[in-house]
Nanobody
Framework: EVQLAESGGGLVQPGGSLRLSCAASGFTLSNYAMSWVRQAPGKGLEWVATIYAGGTKNYAGSVKGRFTISQDNAKNTLYLQMSSLKPEDTAMYYC????????????????????WGQGTQVTVSS
């Protein structure tokens, strides 16, 4: 079965850290532009970060310098290390396999997305 399964979300205080994981099955991560997208309560989807097979990484301005995307091809798993978390990072986080290139424009990205995960909730609150 082809699927993506996120884990690692939870409740964290402002300034804290979390690492999200996205395990792929039924396909190879390195064949896609693997991406993280989030949706805050009452808001639309927001592109967060993308990693390409060659190692290139792109980040949204709102997370650059605080979040790090990576992937372990041997484990076929995508990660998002989040540090210096802020309340505005509170959202459901989804991983996505995208036919490259991945646009930061969510509408364009969605058209090229071949698989979504089910999401993992991140809540940043004191």
């Amino acid at each position: 079965e082809v699927q993506l399964a996120e884990s690692g979300g939870g409740l964290v205080q402002p300034g804290g850290s979390l690492r999200l994981s996205c395990a792929a099955s039924g396909f190879t991560l390195s064949n896609y532009a693997m991406s993280w997208v989030r949706q805050a309560p009452g808001k639309g989807l927001e592109w967060v970060a993308t990693i390409y097979a060659g190692g290139t990484k792109n980040y949204a301005g709102s997370v650059k310098g605080r979040f790090t995307i990576s992937q372990d091809n041997a484990k076929n798993t995508l990660y998002l290390q989040m540090s210096s978390l802020k309340p505005e990072d509170t959202a459901m986080y989804y991983c996505a396999a995208v036919r490259p290139p991945c646009s930061p424009d969510i509408a364009t990205m969605t058209l090229r997305t071949v698989r979504w995960g089910q999401g993992t909730q991140v809540t940043v609150s004191s």
